[in-house]
């Protein structure tokens, strides 16, 4: 292994790309899927499937001790000798390899959060269960290699977990129900068709085991981990800063950071007071807000009204040349798989960029169960009003989500289709939802009805609900972990995050607490409206410069070739300058 530091030091301008692809080629086979297995088989490369994650304390300073060899070597290279391209993937790599290195001797997720170990087993075999890439008897062979090592992971989380903050050991008891009907129920039904009766025998004892090892573990956070858990979830400024640094590229001090935050609060709080005042200038804008709420389908016609928006979306992408459709296959809409219900309205799930058995895309909406309550399904229901219905549409497929995953294999190079960061994936998708309207969609046409005039502020209401959700994580983030703008820099209590997602994220209580749980463990999910801004900070510097030559299909298009990079590198590549991101 010392042989490829000392060429890495020496190395020739001229040989400085063929060294990198090396060595970044190196790290993917030997450290990133070596560790993490089932990104692996998530990104089509099955020859991980049999593999499962290693979290026993002595793997994880393995681990370590490998990233941080990757790190020297990489580092190493020149970046003067690359082009411009493979220049941005090196820094890529770099950032990945550093968040990474944060995450498990900082951060330390595999001695606080109980959490990590129940749910990634759970999500080791959904990637497998998932899509039919094989058939079902290979699949299902994988799942009992995978489901043979479950039991001594739920034994190293006991060994490793020191002192988890209260509310990680919660949030993990509360998901373990789920997880365990997951393996009791829908594993079992993703493969009715796998007829081997020798794979069926060893997988009724393997799963037989681990909802054992799952029930156990469940006990044991109960009456032993729940009592003792007293840590704390926050990050600190400084660990918070170098996390934006390394995932996103984002270097701004925190108070600037939050300035930004407000600053889009404010805005998109004053574009829904004037658009309900021109809905109902008798309301306040909570209650035409409530109004909207109660305006969706019927449960049963809900994956219906979501089939009706892909066909004026691209028609409308097309005609008004948005961006380009590589492909005119639409994603598969269906029902949110039962296990993943809890936690999501709906989401995109696309094959991994070297998928090649099975590429359809999977459009999930969860629908209410058949047990609940009037006011239960009233409730969830209003989460798809007719101006969210269009959000998530065009968040999840057209063009957000599902028209970057057709882009995909136009992405320049291994690192660009395996590292992304979230601020473009999530920041893309909700800079459409804004986007889209301001081009013109679902607008009111000039001889419209009341109704229709009604309808298009409706919708544009729910967008900015949407992006005002966002806003709330942005500054709650920041607020829950730093305390950055407090006296004394005193970080906000949970009951005041959830209280800011209702007054000013005019969200309801419920959604807060949702959200205010997730920020403890995501915690820097400021992300969506930190990549928002970015990208249309990033579309007016171009425009000014190109003055008329501005196009918004090529600006998309171009945008979307430099794969899911952070905005920082994209920027240098389209405006040939380092100008600031936001």
């Known amino acids: 292994m010392m042989s490829h530091v000392s060429v890495a030091q020496r190395v020739a301008a001229d040989g400085a790309p063929q060294t990198f692809n090396f060595l970044a080629d190196q790290y993917f086979s030997e450290v990133y899927f070596h560790y993490a297995p089932t990104a692996g088989t998530s990104a089509?490369?099955?020859?991980?499937?049999?593999?499962?994650?290693?979290?026993?304390?002595?793997?994880?300073?393995?681990?370590?001790?490998?990233?941080?060899?990757?790190?020297?070597?990489?580092?190493?290279?020149?970046?003067?000798?690359?082009?411009?391209?493979?220049?941005?993937?090196?820094?890529?790599?770099?950032?990945?390899?550093?968040?990474?290195?944060?995450?498990?001797?900082?951060?330390?997720?595999?001695?606080?959060?109980p959490d990590t170990y129940s749910s990634s087993i759970t999500n080791s075999v959904f990637v497998i269960m998932s899509r039919n890439y094989a058939p079902p008897n290979t699949r299902l062979k994988a799942v009992v290699a995978r489901e043979l090592m479950m039991p001594q992971v739920l034994a190293e989380a006991r060994k490793n977990l020191k002192n988890p903050p209260k509310i990680y050991t919660e949030i993990?008891?509360?998901?373990?129900?789920?997880?365990?009907?997951?393996?009791?129920?829908?594993?079992?039904?993703?493969?009715?068709?796998?007829?081997?009766?020798?794979?069926?025998?060893?997988?009724?004892?393997?799963?037989?085991?681990v909802i054992a090892a799952l029930n156990s573990y469940s006990a044991w956070m109960k009456a032993d981990l729940l009592p003792r858990s007293d840590g704390d979830y926050k990050l600190g400024a400084e660990t918070f800063a170098k996390k934006v640094s390394y995932d996103e590229m984002v270097d701004l001090p925190l108070d600037r950071l939050l300035e930004v935050a407000y600053s889009d609060l404010h805005r998109n709080q004053a574009e829904f007071a004037r658009v309900a005042k021109e809905i109902d200038p008798t309301k306040t804008p909570q209650e035409v807000l409530g109004e909207l709420?109660?305006?969706?389908?019927?449960?049963?016609?809900?994956?219906?009204?979501?089939?009706?928006?892909?066909?004026?979306?691209?028609?409308?992408?097309?005609?008004?040349?948005?961006?380009?459709?590589?492909?005119?296959?639409?994603?598969?809409?269906?029902?949110?798989?039962?296990?993943?219900?809890?936690?999501?309205?709906?989401?995109?799930?696309?094959?991994?960029?070297?998928?090649?058995?099975?590429?359809?895309?999977?459009f999930n909406v969860t629908l209410p169960e058949k047990d609940w309550t009037p006011a239960h399904v009233a409730e969830h229901m209003a989460a798809f009003n007719t101006g969210t219905i269009t959000s998530i549409s065009v968040h999840e497929a057209f063009p957000g989500h599902y028209v970057q995953f057709l882009w995909q294999d136009k992405f320049p190079s291994k690192v660009r289709k395996l590292l992304g960061s979230a601020s473009n994936v999530e920041g893309w998708a909700h800079y459409c939802e804004q986007m889209m309207l301001d081009a013109g969609y679902a607008a009111a046409p000039v001889d419209a009805t009341p109704a229709q005039l009604?309808?298009?502020?409706?919708?544009?209401?729910?967008?900015?609900?949407?992006?005002?959700?966002?806003?709330?994580?942005?500054?709650?983030?920041?607020?829950?972990?730093?305390?950055?703008?407090?006296?004394?820099?005193?970080?906000?209590?949970?009951?005041?995050?959830?209280?800011?997602?209702?007054?000013?994220?005019?969200?309801?209580?419920?959604?807060?607490?949702?959200?205010?749980?997730?920020?403890?463990?995501?915690?820097?999910?400021?992300?969506?409206?930190?990549?928002?801004?970015?990208?249309?900070?990033?579309?007016?510097?171009?425009?000014?410069?190109?003055?008329?030559?501005?196009?918004?299909?090529?600006?998309?298009?171009?945008?979307?070739?430099?794969?899911?990079?952070?905005?920082?590198?994209?920027?240098?590549?389209?405006?040939?300058?380092?100008?600031?991101?936001?």
């Open 44 to 113: 089509g490369l099955h020859q991980y499937d049999t593999q499962l994650e290693d979290y026993s304390a002595a793997s994880v300073q393995r681990q370590v001790a490998a990233l941080k060899s990757s790190e020297a070597k990489i580092a190493a290279i020149d970046p003067a000798a690359l082009d411009a391209s493979v220049a941005g993937d090196r820094e890529m790599l770099l950032n990945s390899i550093r968040s990474t290195l944060l995450t498990l001797e900082v951060i330390r997720p595999w001695e606080k959060n």
């Open 172 to 209: 993990a008891l509360e998901q373990i129900g789920g997880i365990v009907s997951f393996f009791q129920n829908d594993v079992p039904a993703a493969f009715v068709d796998a007829r081997d009766p020798a794979t069926r025998a060893a997988f009724a004892t393997s799963n037989t085991a």
């Open 454 to 582: 009604r309808e298009a502020k409706l919708i544009r209401l729910g967008q900015l609900q949407d992006a005002l959700l966002r806003d709330g994580r942005f500054v709650v983030s920041i607020k829950l972990h730093t305390g950055q703008g407090e006296p004394g820099n005193k970080p906000w209590t949970m009951d005041q995050a959830v209280d800011f997602f209702v007054t000013e994220g005019y969200q309801s209580r419920s959604v807060g607490l949702v959200e205010t749980k997730r920020g403890t463990s995501d915690a820097t999910y400021l992300y969506y409206t930190l990549g928002k801004l970015e990208i249309m900070k990033l579309r007016e510097d171009l425009k000014q410069k190109q003055g008329a030559a501005f196009n918004l299909q090529q600006f998309h298009d171009n945008f979307m070739l430099q794969g899911t990079a952070p905005i920082r590198i994209i920027r240098k590549a389209m405006l040939h300058n380092d100008s600031p991101v936001l």
């Open 293 to 362: 709420t109660t305006i969706h389908p019927a449960p049963d016609q809900l994956l219906a009204a979501f089939q009706n928006t892909f066909d004026s979306l691209t028609t409308f992408i097309k005609t008004n040349h948005i961006i380009t459709l590589p492909s005119d296959v639409l994603p598969t809409l269906e029902e949110t798989p039962p296990f993943m219900r809890a936690t999501t309205f709906a989401s995109m799930d696309s094959p991994g960029a070297f998928e090649t058995h099975s590429t359809k895309a999977y």
